[in-house]
């Protein structure tokens, strides 16, 4: 039986080439998506024609209840788990703190913090050798603005990944003698279409030159660096912010 992988927000962007990659790479996929069923639907098309077996989950991890109804649904369907990426994320348009509303932040927080550590909740309950688990890996989508701070664009979300940073390092530690590695991967500018619904469409273009190697990169390019810390050739590293950022 080949492992399972749940990938939160696949249906586009990073989280659907991390899919198509992991298929390649021997992984059944749990694909999670909130709007976009058709694209989530066609994306199972795809990892089936490349002998994934696949469950597609609408699931908004800002809310637990949904969470906790998708794990119920992996557990009905494959009844076993054992990876989870964290990249289920959202900005929100430009904007300075001094305008950010309650319900603005609520929604970023929510989206991008609880609902990384509510879907490790989970995952852990199913993966940990403490609980009778076989163990697993987490992957968690950080992002540069973490460290660069994100200031008059958006401070919140930058807010949101740093929190994501000291979740990695905090996780890893308790879960590393219970068979299971936790890590990050910390993006730079990738071309996605984040950077449209944060009213940016021309982003990753526009952006190129604040990068050190003048190009945004590309999904599959940051699908890469976490199939490599899913896999066992990995088995070392547990807390790392892997940066893949070209050099920002
Ligand atoms: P994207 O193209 O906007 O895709 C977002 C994905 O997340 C979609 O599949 C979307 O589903 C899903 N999603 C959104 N809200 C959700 C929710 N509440 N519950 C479940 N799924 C939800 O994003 P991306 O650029 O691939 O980014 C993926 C991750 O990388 C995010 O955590 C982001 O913060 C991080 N990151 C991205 C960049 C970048 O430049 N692109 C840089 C640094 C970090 P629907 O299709 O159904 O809406």
Redesign the pocket.
């Known amino acids: 039986m080949k492992p399972v992988l749940l990938i ?9 080439a991390t899919a198509i990659l992991s298929a390649k790479a021997g992984w059944d996929i749990v694909v ?6 058709a ?2 639907q066609t994306l199972c098309k795809q990892l089936e024609a490349l002998g994934a077996k696949t469950l597609c989950v ?6 637990e209840s949904q969470i906790l109804s998708m794990f119920a649904q992996i557990d009905a369907h494959f009844g076993t788990l054992n990876g989870l990426v ?6 929100d348009m430009t904007s300075n703190v001094v305008d950010m509303s309650w319900e603005r932040l609520d929604r970023m927080m929510r ?2 913090i609880l ?1 990384t550590i509510a879907c490790s909740r989970e995952a852990i309950k199913r993966m940990s050798t403490e609980r009778g688990g076989k163990g697993g890996s987490i992957i968690n ?5 973490a460290k660069l701070g994100g200031a008059a664009n958006y401070v919140d ?1 930058a807010a949101s ?1 740093g929190a994501i940073d000291s979740f990695t390092t905090g996780l890893s530690r308790e879960l590393a003698t219970q068979g299971i590695r936790v890590n990050a991967v ?10 449209a ?1 944060g009213g940016q469409p021309n ?2 273009k526009d952006s190129a030159g604040l990068v050190p190697m003048q190009r ?2 590309t ?1 599959e390019e ?1 699908g890469k660096a976490i199939v490599w810390l899913l896999s066992s050739d990995a088995s070392y590293t547990t807390g790392a912010v892997l940066d893949v950022s070209g050099g920002r």
Not at 86 to 91: L, P, T
């Open positions: 939160t927000g696949a249906s586009r962007g990073i989280g659907a999670n998506y909130t709007q976009n069923k694209a989530a609408q699931a908004d991890v800002g809310v964290n990249n289920a994320g959202v900005v989206i991008n609902g989508l950080s992002s540069v603005a979300y990944k910390r993006p730079g500018i990738i071309d996605t279409e984040i950077h619904s982003r990753a945004a990169g999904a940051v």
